[in-house]
């Protein structure tokens, strides 16, 4: 059976640095066999891809790229949580991923790009990696992120 360090390593992925936290928290806490993250923004080398809301239209994050930039958030989640308790390979899988898109009012699309970050757990980790999922549409992110993105994991 492989690892969750031998799974992403089939799929070329390298988990980024943890991103320091932009307020008063931690970036994950176990507790029992979970561990919870903070609310992850899809920072990359310490920068925020995109800000703004997603939408249809000029001067709109395009839905397509905004679940890039949840899976980039999953992917932080995924380091915030191995950091919190010594390594990928104790995440057994995924209970809970909640989803928040910064979104123009007439924006229904939710689901989808939350899809970027349900869909490259499942690739980690497999069958286990399935899991319950809100995706809500809100005015505003920190920092103007298009996306933030939790997520539940389960410990061996």
Known sequence: MSTVSDRLAELGI????????VASYIPAKAFG???????QLPFVAGQLP????????EGLVAPEDAATYARQSAL????????????????TGVL??????????EFTGQ????????NVLAEIFGESGRHARSAVGVPVLPLDSP????VVFTLA
Do not use: M, Q, W, Y
């Open 76 to 91: 932080n989640a995924v380091a915030a949580a191995a950091a919190a308790v010594g390594g990928v390979d104790r995440l």
């Open 111 to 118: 689901p989808s790009v939350i899809n970027g970050a349900s």
């Open 50 to 57: 995109a800000t703004g809301k997603v939408g249809e239209g």
């Open 147 to 150: 996306v933030e993105v939790e």
């Open 33 to 39: 066999d979970l561990v919870h993250t903070a609310g």
């Open 14 to 21: 390298d988990l980024p640095e943890v991103v320091p936290p």
């Open 96 to 105: 809970k991923v909640t989803g928040f898109v910064s979104s123009v009012p």
